[in-house]
């Protein structure tokens, strides 16, 4: 049957225009829409949230979407994530432990003007041949085997328009979520709200003490996402290509209530309350801050993420977890290029049934094994020393496995999928049930020491297998086997830093022997002393290694403990 398009897409924000693009790429000659409600060019700065990319989304637009150049000349170079933990009354930056990188980072990253990016890439994709039509709003969708209908309205008229397949990335708008009754709760429950200020803000500034300006390189901490954590909140401030800054308070409504800062006035009265330094700096700007928006209880996931009748889901209009680590553009990079996948597949004549499956289960496991890392962890955020130590956990996880399978094509490889996710005991199930353990660790952990520590600087980067991590996921892999053999090791390197952080924290609550052996897919400090010293004789036990437990040494803030 004859379709006005091969592709529709709902919604032209970064997940729709960046699919385009990929699809093209991929193959020019797919005939693909976009549909898209906002009719003028976007502001500059106060335009959407998911300015700050991670490694995996950076690989994607830097190097999947052949975005290098662009970025590099009209958005800022990132110096990675940057944690200032508190210290009491929050008023002296330079007294708070500051966690963050000293020097560059191997992988690059951006801190992205959506406002900019989003009304280039129009220009980027029509310039290959979408067709983006602006201005319209989409009312409904007929889904059918035959092909499905588009309707909208434009310029007060009602239309319609023909498709092989429909993606979804109509955002938080959900359409075919909907529609097709997809939507599916996670306990998870946070709220954020934010603005944009008119002008750049260095937090190296708000401190004259030399020593700790010159922790770190000239310049290197305005250009990281700076989060200013607190008992139940962070606090972001990034910057913009645009000369601007934004500015979001995010928190659990256990320990902030949501109406003490979902407008503008009560947003500066929390910070003068919890973050006062913040609150001084950003009194200057009273007067020029752009917007204020609002998000309550922003988590949520989907039952399915590509149906095998030819439609999908993808960026916000999927699921969504949680921007601490700022993820959205790298759920957005899977799931776009799954979907890029099925569509160029099945237009070569390729059936893609079961792979539309695999494809939709390992979207599923994937966001599920992330949850644990901000499950009820909000609790842990004014605890500087385990988050420290969580916080390069959550790094040397995210970068040893998906990103690196990312990188290397693996997630549309049916062979790498198979050999990792479907055997009993399965890569997959042990990388799951291993960050799982940890994750809960630290919540029992968390519950037991509440330690406060001052003036102290953590660099992860100082972790030397956490650094090689990090270098290690844009290395590409020769083969099948030797992407799989690295992914194995990766897992090692984290059941052993499970392991070793353990022994240190066990010796000390639980008063273990130091040398205790530990199985890393057990560590729990609801066992007792005599429980651990008997699972230590598991075959499954990591016994002590010293080079590991040297080189986590760098986290801890008070007692290294170099051997
Ligand atoms: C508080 C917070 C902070 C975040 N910070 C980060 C971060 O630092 N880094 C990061 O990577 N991610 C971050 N994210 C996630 C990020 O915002 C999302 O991943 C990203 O914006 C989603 O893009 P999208 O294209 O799916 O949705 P959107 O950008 O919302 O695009 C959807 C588009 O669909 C259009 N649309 C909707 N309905 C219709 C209709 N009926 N007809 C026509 N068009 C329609 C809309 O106009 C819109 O342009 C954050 C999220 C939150 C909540």
Redesign the pocket.
């Known amino acids: 049957m004859q379709h006005d398009y091969d592709v529709i897409i709902?919604?032209?924000?970064?997940?729709?225009l960046t699919l385009a693009l990929q699809i093209k790429q991929k193959q020019a000659d797919i005939s693909v829409a976009v549909?898209?409600?906002?009719s003028k060019k976007a502001p500059h700065a106060a335009h959407?949230?998911?300015?700050?990319?991670?490694e995996l989304?950076t690989y994607y637009l830097r190097e999947e979407l052949n975005l290098k150049d662009y970025l590099e000349e009209n958005h800022l170079h990132k110096h990675g994530l940057r944690f200032y933990f508190s210290q009491d009354g929050n008023e002296a930056i330079d007294k708070r432990v500051e966690y963050g990188a000293r020097n560059e980072l191997y992988v690059p990253s951006h801190q992205i003007d959506?406002g900019i990016f989003?009304n280039d890439l129009v220009d980027i994709v029509s310039r290959l041949g979408v067709e983006i039509k602006l201005g319209?709003?989409?009312?409904d969708v007929d889904l059918s085997d035959e092909g499905h209908t588009v309707f909208?309205k434009e310029n007060g008229e009602e239309k319609q328009l023909t498709s092989n397949w429909v993606v979804d990335?109509?955002?938080?708008?959900n359409?075919l979520k909907r529609k097709e009754g997809l939507k599916k709760e996670i306990n998870h429950n946070i709220n954020?709200a934010?603005f944009r200020v008119e002008g750049e803000i260095d937090v190296e500034s708000w401190s004259d003490n030399e020593s700790w300006k010159n922790y770190i390189n000239p310049g290197l901490r305005r250009l990281g996402?700076v989060h200013f954590m607190g008992k139940g909140y962070w606090l972001?401030f990034?910057p913009l290509s645009s000369g601007n800054t934004s500015i979001?308070i995010?928190a659990d409504p256990r320990f902030h209530d949501f109406s003490s800062f979902n407008k503008l006035e009560k947003a500066y009265d929390w910070l003068e309350k919890n973050e006062p330094l913040c609150a001084k700096h950003l009194a200057a700007k009273k007067d020029k801050v752009l917007d204020f928006r609002i998000?309550k209880n922003?988590s949520y996931n989907s039952t399915l993420f590509y149906s095998t009748n030819n439609w999908g889901v993808?960026?916000?209009?999927g699921a969504?977890l949680d921007?601490f680590y700022?993820?959205?553009?790298?759920?957005?990079s899977l799931a776009n290029s799954w979907m890029t996948d099925l569509i160029v597949r099945e237009r070569s004549g390729e059936n893609v049934y079961t792979r539309t499956i695999v494809y939709d289960k390992v979207h599923s496991r994937l966001f599920e094994n992330w949850i644990p890392i901000y499950q009820d962890k909000y609790e842990l955020f004014d605890n500087p020393q385990i988050m420290c130590v969580k916080i390069t956990w959550d790094f040397a996880v995210y970068w040893g496995i998906p990103s690196l399978i990312f990188t290397n094509g693996g997630f549309i490889n049916l062979n790498i999928l198979k050999s990792l996710f479907t055997t009993h005991n399965s890569f997959g199930e042990r990388f799951a049930k291993l960050n799982k353990q940890v994750q809960d660790f630290y919540l029992d952990w968390g519950r037991i020491e509440n330690k406060t520590i001052f003036d102290t600087y953590i660099d992860p980067m100082a972790v030397p297998f956490v650094a090689d991590l990090q270098k290690g996921l844009e290395y590409i892999h020769e083969s099948e086997e030797k992407l799989i053999n690295k992914l194995e090791e990766n897992l090692l390197i984290l059941e052993k830093m499970a392991a070793e952080i353990f022994r240190v924290v066990s010796a000390r609550i639980k008063n273990t022997p130091f040398d205790l052996s530990v199985d890393p897919y057990k560590v729990s400090l609801k066992l007792n002393k005599e429980e651990l010293i008997e699972f230590g004789k598991a075959e499954t036990a990591h016994a002590l290694d010293k080079y590991m437990a040297n080189a986590i040494s760098a986290l801890w803030l008070k007692e290294k403990v170099i051997i």
């Open positions: 709902l919604g032209g924000g970064m997940a729709g549909l898209e409600k906002r959407k949230v998911g300015e700050s990319t991670v989304g959506r989003e319209v709003h989409i009312s909208y990335a109509t955002g938080r708008t359409l954020a934010w996402t972001w990034i979001g995010v998000l922003y993808v960026g916000e209009a969504f921007p700022s993820p959205g553009a790298d759920f957005i």
